[in-house]
Each structure stands twice: as C-alpha cells, then as structure tokens.
C-alpha cells in the first residue's frame, strides 16, 4: 500500500512541477539538461519533469534605473554633481540572460562611465545649458552599448547638475555682480537717453523758434513793403489830384481872362505857386531832400501877381 501511495505522491509532483504559467508582461527561458531549449510566452506551458528548468524569467516591460549622483570634473577643472535617470527595456531574454552578468547592473556602471566622460567635455557654464544635449548624446550611447545585451534604452534624463558649495558661493558672488553691472548700464543708458532727448528738444524748440522769428521778420517786411506801395500809390495819387486841380485852374484862369495879355503870366503864377506849394510839402516830409529851384522864375512870377492885381477894373 504505502509504495503506491508513494508512487502516486512522486508522479504528482513530477505532474505538478511539469505545469509552468508565465504571466502577462513577462517571459522565461527553459533549459534542458543545461542548454538552452527555448522560451516560455505569458500562459500555461508543460515542462519535462527532470530534463527541462526555467533559468531566467524577467518582466519585457520598460523598466527605470535611477543613477546616484556622481562627482564629475568639467573641461575647466569644476567638480560637480550629476545624476540621471534610465528608462529601458528588454527585447530580447536569451542575449539579455546569456550575454552579460547582472545586466541592471551592467547598464548602470555604464551609465555612469558615460555620464562623467560626457561631463569632462564641457564648460561649467556649458553644462547648464546643454542639458538636452547631453540627454541626447547619453542615450544614443548607451542604446548602442546595450543592444548586444538585448537591451533597448528609450529615455535617458539628467535629473540635476550640482556644482560644489565653493563653486556655488563664486557663481552667486558673479551673478550679483553681473547684476550690479547691468543695473548700473541700464542707468547710464536711461540718462543717456533723457540727455538725447532733453538736447533733441532744446534743438528743436531752438529751430521752431528762429522759423518763426523768420516768419514774423518776412511777414513784417511784406506789411512794410505793402505799406510802402500804398502810400507811394496815394502820394502819386495826390501829386496826380493836385496837378489836375492846376491844370483845371489855369485853364479856368485862362478862358476867364480870354484875350487878356496877362493870361500868359496869370499862368505862370498859378504854376509858380503850385511849385511852392510842392516845395513846402516836400519840406515837411522826414526825409531829407534837396529841392532845385529857378531863382529867376520866382520874381517873374511874383511881378505877373502884381501886375495882375494892380490892373483897374
């Protein structure tokens, strides 16, 4: 009784131990009398019982490595601190379980001899703007390294560059003094600006002002010089006026005394008296003039008077 029952317990556990499940997101390699025999997919799959062993079973889904922070020396001799994080996953089990030892901790050590090599490239200064470029760069890297292994590495990000207290303490020391200096340009710039403009302003309230002291001086002159036309047009109009009058008073003159042999000299007087009259308002103009007169015509004139007066009636 107790063989059976032994028997039926060990065929059982061979039973038993021959029923493999693999769940969803993860695969396993199977060894059959230590060689490689093939790979179990997500489900229910048999194994031989003594002959086959599942060797490696791992997850194919994407998987993240945090990389500590690692001191770094930049191209400048800065020492700073670097760390990141690595996204990947694997493609393939058999070169991930058979190529490499340890492969997380393969990917790491290689992460972080990348990490520094690519860190000793740059300036200090580099290294704070460059940060997308240097993901860039660590991924292609390191997807490259890792492909033999059956590795593929999808992400790769720097999570913080920290320089040393001492270097921090310099670069903010430089930051305030870079501050100071651009607050102390921007001061000189905004005066220089207000003296431009102030300078601007007085030139052009110096411009407008000689146009318009031009434009009064123009404007004067053409009041003055109308001024002058029209009065020189009414002084001539007067002169014409007044040579008429004469001329309408000799002519009276003359047809009053007809056949009269004094009309000749009646004239004259007339003509003499209009000539002094054109003397005496010459000589009260503010001008000074010079007149030119006949010393021999104003006795003459003078006689014809007399003798027209002294005529009987």
């Known amino acids: 009784m107790w063989p059976w029952i032994a028997a039926i317990a060990i065929a059982g556990g061979a039973a038993a131990s021959s029923v493999k499940i693999v769940e969803q997101g993860n695969e396993a390699l199977i060894e059959r009398l ?70 997380q901790s393969a990917i790491l050590n290689l992460a972080l001899a990348q990490i520094r090599s690519e860190m000793g490239k740059l300036e200090l200064d580099e ?72 300078a601007r302003g007085e030139a052009e309230s110096q411009v407008l002002e000689a146009e318009a002291r031009k434009k009064s001086t123009v404007l004067n002159a053409e009041a003055e010089q109308q001024r002058i036309v029209l009065e020189a047009q009414a002084n001539r109009q007067q002169q014409v006026l007044k040579a008429q009058a004469t001329a309408e008073a000799v002519n009276i003159v003359t047809q009053a005394l007809g056949s009269d ?22 000589g009260k103009s503010d001008s000074s003039k010079v007149l030119f007169m006949d010393p021999g015509s104003i006795p003459a004139s003078i006689q014809s008077m007399m003798a027209i007066v002294e005529k009987p009636q």
């Open 34 to 103: 230590g060689q490689y025999n093939g790979k179990l997919e997500p489900g229910l799959s048999f194994l031989i019982p003594g002959l086959d062993r599942v060797a490696y079973q791992e997850t194919i889904r994407e998987k993240v490595i945090d990389v500590p922070p690692q001191n770094c020396i930049t191209r400048d001799n800065v020492s700073i601190a670097a760390d990141a994080v690595i996204y990947w996953r694997i493609v393939d089990m058999e070169k991930a379980y058979y190529k490499v030892q340890n492969l």
């Open 127 to 198: 290294t704070f703007t460059a940060r997308e470029q240097i993901n860039e760069i660590l991924l292609r890297e390191l997807d490259i390294a890792t492909d033999p292994w059956g590795v593929k590495v999808t992400r790769v990000e720097l999570k913080e560059i920290a320089p040393a207290k001492a270097v921090m303490d310099s670069m903010e020391l430089q930051m305030a003094a870079e501050r100071k200096k651009r607050a102390a340009v921007l001061t000189s710039e905004g005066a220089r600006e207000s003296a431009v403009n102030s």
């Open 261 to 282: 042999p004094n009309a000749g000299n009646a004239a004259q007087l007339l003509m003499a008296l209009g000539y002094l009259n054109m003397g005496e308002t010459i």
